[in-house]
């Protein structure tokens, strides 16, 4: 027994190893040599889509849209004034008159007596 605590090292991290050869020193940096540090790492570019919120811009789809959107408002509004134009002179709307219904025709089926 007191010749395995002579084997066992100790398990403390504070400890300096007596097999390392640099005696429990961190290693030392090294000077002098013409190697650069690398550089800096550029922060990556914001989505375009961000961008186009950020900054209010409108895509083509979305003009095209306002576009068309604006078209029938105004049409609607003609469509309303014209209503109006109409309602003050006592014009009424037209209404239809549903057609006569016409009698069914006879048909014959396969099933049908013939006599």
């Known amino acids: 027994m007191g010749n395995e605590t002579e084997t066992m090292k100790p398990n403390c991290l504070f400890a300096p190893d007596p097999d390392d050869p640099t005696g429990g020193n961190p290693p030392t940096p090294v000077t002098g040599t013409s190697v650069a540090p690398p550089p800096d790492p550029t922060p990556p570019a914001p989505p375009p889509a961000g961008k186009i919120v950020a900054e209010g811009r409108k895509t ?16 609607i509004a003609e469509l309303e ?16 008159v549903p057609a006569e219904a016409k009698p069914e025709k006879a048909r014959w089926t396969f099933f049908d007596n013939a006599d």
């Open 60 to 75: 083509e789809r979305e003009l095209h849209l306002e576009r068309e959107l604006k078209r029938s408002q105004t049409r």
């Open 81 to 96: 004034d014209e209503r109006q134009r109409l309602k003050a002179a006592g014009i009424t709307p037209l209404t239809i």
